[in-house]
């Protein structure tokens, strides 16, 4: 599939007008929401432009998320990996620790720029799809924040492995309908909240989770997450005088990654590693698009897609609620094929070896989506010098997969 | 003269009708919608996530690709019924992915092979139109697109340019099969779309009864039906070709009685 290319000039000039990323990306969807896309494009891009619309993100960000994240360095997984690691071997693993934000992970960063432009556009109604629960999480708290109604759909299967999340959606006055169509998990979440949206175009802002769905999803998405990048190459800047070796990030819809990844994409020394959830196998049930998938459309945006040969969409399977979905956002479908970003997969099992292995090394108890990605640094830091540097982005707490866990541990609580 | 504009008469509408392909009986139904007094079939292709279905045509879906309809057996039917009826016109309708997967090409070849008149594909909006348009239009099949209550004047000329066959106005912002639009809504949104197009006008989503087909008969050129049908052939699985006759003639009947 890939096709050789020359380099582009700049790799963060993406997308052009029409929203694609390369071959990817795209407004594919049903013409009744095809104006609702070109309006909230003509409005993003006026809020880009507005001072005051920057003012009142970065404000929110700092008093009411908890701006800036703190960049840890994790010096005892680091001796951890070198106590295992050849002679002279065992980079340096540090953090940007999203997960320390309001709600517990990255995913309010988006939420509180996208309510901003819900305001704006003066809608009245917000509706949001959930896999883990903290999208859903995230969106429930900015509609209290603003005091606006707020529905979120989330897969019935979802529901039952994400119980704590369901409950504090109903706390902060969400209601949370239970989507029992196909794998009942993330992408008939997303099927059923693009249904309703259709159904109440004159009032309703979607507030997507992730970096995909129809231009200008995937990049203002990407542009309000990139808060993590921005912070964490001014931090370690401070902290070391240099930029790190290695970027690191797990990936489902791939927000975390994206908001990572975008800052350092030009920056040519800076290597980056996308971690998608293998499941129980990339010859078994996975969740890993890019391994096993092929590009098609779905959700709005032209990406790879688990699907069969007569593009049926297969369903995804991971641990990680957060992870188990069939595509990825466009863009990295984008930095995939040319090459800038490296992808690869990390399994159930070895994401819950690497989930208890920060919690002991470090009294940090993180989200099994970043443990796919913690699993793949343990792993590149015992290959690396000494001397190198690896930024993970820990971008989700674990508190709500606790019972998931202990479930996969064998553990009855 | 293609068979699709010849199915559109000036003296009365055109009854346009859908159903699932793979779901239940395909080709008795179909004969049954021929027979009922169906002019135009709209043969819908099976999607795991059929996004603008309300849940009428998203179990359809399902029941036609857990019975496992591939895109093999959707033309195979197709090609089976032009044999059956050289003359009624056949539209496949489904989302892009299904009819991408193999490339634009191959589908518009596989679309000639099979006698499909055109196609109608729910996510893939004009300016989209190069993953699929120019092969169709090569192979001389109807780039059927979608008009809604929410296309305004401003975006109209591009949702026309490179539309062909008719024009299917979606009279509801919504999934299918759920509420049906104001009468005097769809007649201010025909007259509004026959002022920018010599295209046949075929209005659907939420038609149901004879009364309704026949009041959208009044002002549109087609009529389209599908949720309704659908449900027939849910409640009788395999043995529903009498019923979705019987209902389809009285559609059509009413159709025929309510002159343009």
Known sequence: MTETQNPPNSYRSQPDERGHFGDFGGRYVAETLMPLVLDLEKHYNAAKADPAFKAEFDDLLEHYVGRPSPLYYAERLTEDVRSNAPEGKGAQI?????????????????????????????????????????????????????????????????????????????????????????????????????????????????????????????????????????????QMMERTGRLPDLLVAAIGGGSNAIGLFHPFLDDADVAMLGIEAAGEGLKKKHAASLAGGEPGILHGNKTYLLQDEDGQIDEAHSISAGLDYPGIGPEHSWLSDIGRVEYDSCTDEDALAAFQQLCRTEGIIPALEPSHAISAVVKRAAEMGKDKIILANLCGRGDKDIFTVADALGVEM | MTRLSKSFLSDRAALV????????????????????????????????????????????????????????????????????????????????????????????????????????????????????????????????????????????????????????????????????????????????????????IAVGFGIRTPDQAAAVARTADGVVVGSAIVEIIAEHGSNAAPHVHGYVKSLSSAIHAARK
């Open chain 2, 17 to 200: 009708a859908f159903i699932t392909a793979g779901d239940g009986d395909t080709a008795a139904n179909l004969d049954a919608l021929v027979e009922g007094g169906a002019d135009i079939i709209e043969l819908g292709m099976p999607f795991t996530d059929p996004m603008a279905d309300g849940p009428a045509i998203q179990l359809a879906n399902l029941r036609s690709l857990a019975a496992g309809t591939k895109t093999a057996d959707i033309f195979a039917i197709a090609k089976d019924f032009r044999v059956r009826h050289p003359n009624v016109p056949l539209i496949l309708m489904g989302y892009a992915n299904p009819m991408v997967r193999r490339g634009a090409q191959w589908f518009a070849d596989a679309c000639t092979d099979a006698g499909v008149d055109g196609i109608i594909c729910v996510d893939i909006p004009a300016e989209e139109d190069d993953v699929l348009g120019p092969a169709l239009r090569s192979a001389d099949i109807a780039n059927v697109r979608l008009a809604t209550p929410t296309t305004d004047s401003e975006r109209l000329p591009a949702v026309l340019e490179g539309a062909t066959g008719f024009l299917y106005y979606v009279s509801v912002a919504g999934v299918t099969g759920k509420q049906q639009a104001a009468q005097a809504s769809i007649e201010d949104a025909v007259a509004a779309l026959k002022s920018q197009t010599d295209l046949p």
């Open chain 1, 94 to 234: 540090w953090f940007k620790r999203d997960e320390l934000n309001h709600t517990g992970a990255h995913k309010i960063n988006n939420c509180i720029g996208q309510i901003l432009l819900a305001k704006r556009m003066g809608k009245t109604r917000i509706i949001a799809e959930t896999g883990a629960g903290q999208h859903g999480v995230a969106t429930a708290t900015v509609c209290a924040r603003f005091g606006l109604p707020c529905v979120i759909y989330m897969g019935a299967r979802d529901m039952e492995r994400q119980q704590p999340n369901v409950f504090r959606m109903k706390l902060l006055g969400a209601e949370v309908i239970g989507v029992e169509s196909g794998a009942r998990t993330l992408k008939d979440a997303m099927n059923e909240a693009l249904r309703d949206w259709v159904a109440n175009v004159h009032d309703t802002f979607y507030i997507i989770g992730t970096a995909a769905g129809p231009h200008p999803y995937p990049e203002l998405v990407r542009d309000f997450q990139s808060v993590i990048g921005r912070e964490a190459r001014g």
